[in-house]
Nanobody, 117 residues
Framework: QVQLVESGGGLVQAGGSLRLSCAAS????????MGWYRQAPGKTRELVAA???????NYGDSVKGRLTISRDNDKNTVYLQMNSMKPEHTAVYYC???????????WGQGTQVTVSS
């Protein structure tokens, strides 16, 4: 069992920045992939960014250039730095861990990000 706790969400003005954090505990290994997904009202959940234990990254097609994902394996924490935010980026952001050994996903409860115009 993996427990994920997101933090850093909230209200931000258009053009501003936010950094989301997700702390993992339980049965997690440094080689497990961690990532962020988001779901806007009426839309499906989509990949924002993911990072493997070795540091390789994968960004969603619609979010390139404005976001940076990173992780601290010693703290089992993944971060998402978001800059130049726009109202259309308003969504619930979910932390994800994909366990390599089982290929199973664990999800956080989600954190609301609202960008005002």
């Amino acid at each position: 069992q993996v427990q994920l706790v997101e933090s850093g969400g909230g209200l931000v003005q258009a053009g501003g920045s936010l950094r989301l954090s997700c702390a993992a505990s339980g049965s997690i290994f440094s080689f497990d992939a961690m990532g962020w997904y988001r779901q806007a009202p009426g839309k499906t959940r989509e990949l924002v960014a993911a990072i493997a234990g070795g540091g390789s990254t994968n960004y969603g097609d619609s979010v390139k250039g404005r976001l940076t994902i990173s992780r601290d394996n010693d703290k089992n924490t993944v971060y998402l730095q978001m800059n130049s935010m726009k109202p259309e980026h308003t969504a619930v952001y979910y932390c994800n861990v994909n366990r390599v050994l089982s290929s199973r996903d664990s999800w956080g409860q989600g954190t609301q990000v609202t960008v005002s115009s």
